[in-house]
């Protein structure tokens, strides 16, 4: 991570982040690169992190993860704008 003191190391705080969020992206991989899509999502935290995601027992999303295992995720919580006198200042927060 480029920005050290922005990451978040203290596991109850990571938690409180992932309770906070209302879409979890799930990237999987096809044969034109990376395919990308918004999923309602559940978790535990128990003997380590698991993530659930609400889908059909077939389809395109499975498809891709059986031929190709390799998924990554990023969720997203409150957005806003943050707003400066000047464009290097305004910023989004999520």
């Known amino acids: 991570m480029r920005r050290k ?10 938690i409180e982040i992932i309770e906070s969020c209302d879409v979890c992206r799930l ?3 096809d044969d034109f690169g990376a ?7 559940g978790f535990e935290d128990n003997d380590g992190l698991k993530l659930y995601f609400h889908c059909a027992g077939e ?3 499975l498809d891709l993860l059986r031929k190709d295992s390799r998924a ?3 969720m997203d919580s409150r957005h806003r704008l943050t ?3 000047r464009a290097c200042a305004y910023s989004f927060l999520y």
């Open 5 to 14: 003191e922005r990451e978040v190391t203290d596991r109850a705080k990571k």
């Open 27 to 29: 990237g999987l991989v």
């Open 35 to 41: 395919y990308i899509l918004p999923m309602n999502f």
């Open 59 to 61: 389809g395109k999303k």
């Open 72 to 74: 990554s995720f990023e």
């Open 83 to 85: 707003t400066g006198g």
